[in-house]
């Protein structure tokens, strides 16, 4: 997990691919139902929807999908979900935050806290690992939106605070108050991202070796598997060589 995709969960550096369609498409629902009930079910005066219809989209799930699960919200005795943001320490003494939509606590908890123990980490308190992180709007393009420096300047001037760009794309930070302006500043110079979301940017990464970073991907992996939990940051780096052994 070098370079540029340090912090971003394993789902989304995996992309749709067949066997994780479905639960992808699970969560998205999920965040898109929830964002319509807090809100309003019109993307165009709720953000946190149209991030979550943006999110969506960058994954290609239907329309159709996307409308059922925006009425979902509307049903009377639908199910509620409650956000919990769990912490703790996984090998290497890596920080690791997971972000859920529950609606059982008890559950989500009990299934975190076993997939931490079974692969050598701990819970911890909230507010233990998220110090270390900086909260920031994300948001991604492919490689083909620009150059890295026509991307740069793009981004300087839609009030982005930083750019980072590879042979996979290029990812833009800003103010997470600020995501949906810059994102809006940017569609009229590099078009619509990728995805765009509030994310959890480490300020500084651990560098794994092989044996360390095997066990910490697999207990992230197990941790995404889990049908609460929505998000998964890490502050790590391992070789691009155990990144491919393992599919990640």
């Known amino acids: 997990m070098a370079g540029h995709s340090k912090f971003k969960n394993i789902m989304h550096r995996k992309g749709a691919q067949d066997k994780k369609r479905s639960k992808i498409f699970s969560k998205l629902a999920k965040e898109i139902t929830v964002a319509a009930k807090l809100g309003t079910p019109d993307p165009d005066m709720n953000p946190r929807l149209r991030t979550a219809i943006q999110a969506a989209?960058?994954?290609?799930?239907?329309?159709t999908?996307?409308?059922r699960a925006i009425k979902r919200s509307q049903d009377a005795g639908g199910e509620?979900?409650?956000?919990?943001?769990?912490?703790?320490?996984?090998?290497?003494?890596?920080?690791?935050i997971i972000e859920t939509l529950t609606d059982n606590r008890n559950r989500t908890a009990g299934e975190v806290r076993s997939t931490f123990s079974?692969?050598?980490?701990?819970?911890g308190e909230t507010g233990a690992v998220s110090f270390m992180?900086?909260?920031v709007g994300a948001i991604e393009f492919a490689g083909n939106a620009g150059s890295a420096d026509e991307v740069f300047e793009a981004a300087i001037e839609a009030g982005a605070e930083d750019v980072e760009s590879n042979d996979d794309g290029h990812t833009i930070y800003c103010d997470a108050d600020a995501l949906?302006?810059?994102v809006k500043a940017l569609e009229t110079t590099l078009g619509e991202p990728l995805s765009a979301a509030i994310a959890w940017k480490p300020q500084n990464s651990i560098e794994l070796d092989d044996k360390n970073g095997e066990t910490l991907l697999k207990m992230l992996e197990a941790l995404e598997d889990?049908?609460?939990v929505q998000n998964v940051y890490a502050n790590f780096e391992v070789s691009d060589v155990l990144m491919e052994k393992l599919g990640a």
Do not use: C
């Open 57 to 63: 989209k960058a994954q290609n799930m239907p329309n």
């Open 65 to 67: 999908n996307i409308e």
């Open 80 to 96: 509620n979900y409650e956000e919990v943001r769990y912490e703790g320490f996984g090998a290497g003494g890596v920080g690791v």
């Open 118 to 123: 079974k692969h050598g980490g701990n819970l």
């Open 133 to 135: 992180f900086d909260r």
């Open 180 to 182: 949906h302006e810059v």
């Open 226 to 228: 889990s049908d609460d």
